[in-house]
């Protein structure tokens, strides 16, 4: 009888090509992603070495950190960009690479459209050159991000050199409470357990509270395990992952779907499996988080009072020293009713449909206040297509958002988007670095909900606070 194996183990187990000695192995990749911003130079050193890639069919090109969101939009849109995004098109067409490119039917941020074409399945390996890949593990993949190295050997040989993770379980037990969110629930596990826990670890979220996750709600989990110092978070695929494959253009169909189900259903972790840590959080004691600080760990319930440096480690105190006096606060301050200036939906980390759906939920018959910039930037042009047909679009508009394209836009000052220095942004992106969102500008993390109920009411809002319009965040 073999020994009991986590799903990572599994996932390894299936992929290693061979063991060069110690924990570094060569892993076979079946997916490799790679986009305008961090793939030129993988290229050109492909180009020098008079090489082609090894398997332009399991190679996909996407355009979306550097182009602009604005309707109506081009690849030259945004000067700065325009050189990049060339590049990556020649680069695409001489390689033979498919390419989602700005006007393709199917294109969005690179971790929002894999799921929804079906790229990424349960079971699998897949790279791409940035560093939240790790959001596909919703469905069951171990993705992680590389380096501009690191694409170029990919390229050539579809493999990678790496060193065997750790593995660590983090189990959400409990039920969440009304309002809070899977943004909510990975907040607050980073503030509890701090920005360098999951190091050299291969998390696995598992527990009644992730099961009861939508898939969308998987991916914004596994995207946070970055910030964490995680390269990878996994969630066991299961019925409800098998569903949103089906039909995917590039999930298995016919026969094959009934094989590939069948193998899906044998990833879960085995009961007796051990993993080299465990820790568990208690769902109960979860209420509506919101980042005061220049980190994600910097973060505290909607109605607690941001902490004194002189109260923590004292490795901490500097850095929270350093935060509060960039981000204009005090300890003992409560962030709710602290006025903003920029609310923005969208990022891989929370711009999918159902993300749209609790915000225009929120934000249906209200208004943006005057001298309060709100902007929606869908994941992908699938989910703006599926928005717009349900009519979201007007609700946003209606109410003073901006209604955009799909790019990774103000996530990190791309294609134009940024918050102007000293201006205070509430976002559902996943990094609240110092200058991160523009230079100087200060930003909040939260989920869609508690950006929406911020963006009308023109301060941090308690989401509990307010008569929501639709049911079911």
Not at 151 to 174: C, D, H, W, Y
């Amino acid at each position: 009888m073999s020994e009991p194996k986590t799903l990572f183990e599994k996932i390894w187990h299936n992929h290693v090509i061979r063991q060069f000695g110690g924990d570094r192995f060569l892993i076979h990749v079946d997916r490799h992603l790679v986009n305008e911003a961090t793939s030129r130079f993988a290229f050109e050193g492909l180009k020098q070495r008079g090489l082609a890639p090894k398997c332009r069919e399991a190679t996909f090109g996407v355009i979306d950190h550097d182009l602009s969101t604005r309707p109506g939009r081009q690849w030259d849109s945004y000067e700065p960009a325009k050189e990049r995004i060339g590049a990556m098109q020649e680069n695409c067409r001489a390689a033979g690479i498919e390419l989602i490119d700005i006007h393709d039917a199917r294109q969005g941020i690179v971790h929002v459209i894999a799921p929804e074409m079906g790229l990424t399945l349960p079971g699998s390996t897949i790279a791409c050159g940035d560093s939240h890949t790790a959001t596909s593990g919703g469905l069951g993949a171990w993705a992680w991000g590389v380096g501009t190295t690191e694409i170029e050997r990919l390229l050539a040989t579809q493999s990678l050199i790496v060193r065997k993770p750790k593995t660590m379980r983090v189990t959400f037990i409990g039920e969440r409470h009304p309002g809070i969110s899977a943004k909510d629930l990975i907040l607050y596990f980073i503030g509890q357990h701090g920005v360098t826990v999951g190091s050299g670890h291969a998390v696995e979220y598992a527990g009644p509270a992730i099961r009861a996750l939508p898939v969308e709600g998987r991916f914004t989990i596994c995207n946070m395990s970055i910030e964490f110092g995680a390269r990878s978070g996994l969630i066991a695929p299961d019925d409800a992952a098998i569903e949103y494959l089906a039909g995917r253009a590039y999930a298995p169909k016919g026969a094959m779907w009934d094989l590939a189900v069948a193998d899906w259903r044998g990833l879960p972790s085995d009961e007796d499996a051990r993993f080299d840590r465990e820790i568990e959080i208690d769902c109960a004691a979860i209420k509506p988080q919101v980042t005061w600080g220049t980190s994600p760990q910097d973060v505290i319930a909607i109605d607690e009072p941001i902490p004194a440096p002189d109260g923590v480690a004292s490795e901490r105190r500097e850095p929270m020293a350093r935060s509060l006096d960039y981000m204009g606060l005090q300890p003992g301050m409560v962030l709710e009713g602290l006025p903003i200036d920029f609310a923005f939906i969208g990022s891989c980390t929370n711009s999918r449909l159902s993300d749209l759906e609790i915000a225009a939920g929120i934000v249906r018959g209200r208004k943006v206040p005057e001298g309060v910039t709100a902007i929606v930037v869908p994941g992908s042009t699938p989910v703006k297509r599926a928005a717009e047909e349900a009519g979201l679009d007007k609700v946003f508009t209606e109410a003073g958002f901006e209604w955009r394209e799909s790019g990774c836009s103000m996530c990190q000052t791309l294609g134009g988007d940024m918050v102007p220095p000293g201006k205070r942004s509430i976002s559902t992106t996943n990094r609240n670095f110092e200058n991160r969102q523009g230079a100087k500008a200060r930003t909040h993390l939260a989920s869609p909900a508690m950006v929406a109920a911020a963006a009308i009411s023109g301060c941090i809002t308690d989401i509990r606070k307010l008569d929501i319009r639709k049911p079911g965040i």
